[in-house]
């Protein structure tokens, strides 16, 4: 099968993608436009077309697509960046690794909590700064997490994952807001909120883990901020779509919330500047998924369900 990656992966996966495929792979390693993208599955006459969550592969692109596009692969769990149902009506079938990424992005959620209630980013800048002058009782204070009160938005398998560590890791109360209610399994002892008021007042810490959707786009505004306890923490792993920033910004800066811990940006890599501005918040590069283990898996994963695909076989990460 011939192969058009927009990225290089890590070394692993591309043996494999060496080994077991024609390829290409866009040796500039950054994100491709929309006619590029286009050109690379033509130029290459790919059977298949390899994304990343940063490649916009929307309804125009897939009119665009060669007729030898068969599938649609995205390195990524997220796939608001690419239109299914475009796929579906051109009988392209597209893959996505789920599962294999949730521990790695709640641990991530994880290191952003404990970074954000404890101030991590200017614990570090004191001693960076060399401004530190030595213990004190009054020193950056900030808030427990264990036994605190959890608000998980969206409790697909990324926020079970995170609920399973701060439940059983830090005592936390669990409370989770979802279109639906888990059964009493997977719920694990957490409580559901179906209305979204009551779930936020309910939320000291509260972690953003649901897809970006209509319904979840700017979810965190300057409404629901209000509806938050004062003080609360914020952590958001999903997608920036979910965050209004300047209604966050503006309630870091007003205290109204502690702190916040961010993976992800509306307009990555251009974040608004405003909070870096910002003492209380601890920012990542979109990094959730990138362990070495689960990069490797990923990679794993969706290259031998391609080939699954293509053959006919049923696949469990097939979206279309
Ligand atoms: C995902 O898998 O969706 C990650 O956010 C990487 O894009």
Redesign the pocket.
């Known amino acids: 099968m011939r192969l058009a990656l927009t990225r290089r992966l890590p070394a692993p996966v591309m043996t494999i993608v060496a080994r077991d495929f024609v390829a290409w792979f866009n040796d500039e390693d950054r994100t491709l436009s929309s006619d590029e993208l286009v050109r690379a599955a033509a130029d290459h006459r790919a059977d298949v077309l390899l994304v990343?969550?940063?490649d916009r592969v929307d309804a125009d692109v897939i009119a665009r697509l060669p007729a030898s596009v068969r599938v649609i692969a995205?390195?990524?769990?997220?796939?608001e960046h690419i239109d299914l149902a475009a796929a579906r009506a051109r009988g392209i079938a597209v893959l996505?690794?789920p599962d294999v990424?949730s521990d790695a992005?709640a641990d991530m959620a994880m290191l952003l909590l404990l970074a954000a209630a404890r101030r991590a980013r200017e614990g570090e800048a004191l001693i960076y700064q060399r401004r530190w002058t030595g213990w004190s009782p009054t020193q950056l204070i900030g808030r427990d997490v264990t036994g605190g009160r959890l608000g998980i938005l969206g409790m697909g398998r990324i926020g079970r994952a995170v609920a399973r560590r701060a439940h059983h890791g830090f005592a936390m109360q669990i409370h989770y807001h979802n279109r639906n209610r888990l059964d009493a399994g997977l719920e694990d002892g957490a409580t559901f909120h179906s209305g979204l008021e009551t779930f936020l007042a309910a939320s000291d810490f509260l972690v953003l883990a649901a897809p970006a959707s209509a319904q979840t786009q700017a979810i965190l505004n300057t409404r629901t901020i209000a509806a938050l306890p004062d003080g609360a923490v914020i952590v958001n792993?999903?997608?920036g779509g979910l965050i209004e920033d300047a209604a966050l910004i503006d309630a870091l800066r007003r205290g109204k919330l502690s702190a916040a811990g961010l993976?992800?940006f509306n307009n990555e890599p251009e974040i608004d500047p405003g909070y870096l501005t910002l003492p209380n918040v601890f920012l990542q590069p979109?990094q959730?998924?990138s362990t070495i283990e689960t990069r490797v898996r990923?990679g794993e994963v969706l290259l031998d369900s391609i080939h699954r695909a293509a053959s006919g076989q049923s696949v469990a990460n097939r979206l279309v």
């Open positions: 990343m969550a940063m995205t390195f990524s769990v997220g796939h996505s690794t990424l992005v792993i999903s997608r993976d992800v979109h959730g998924s990923m």
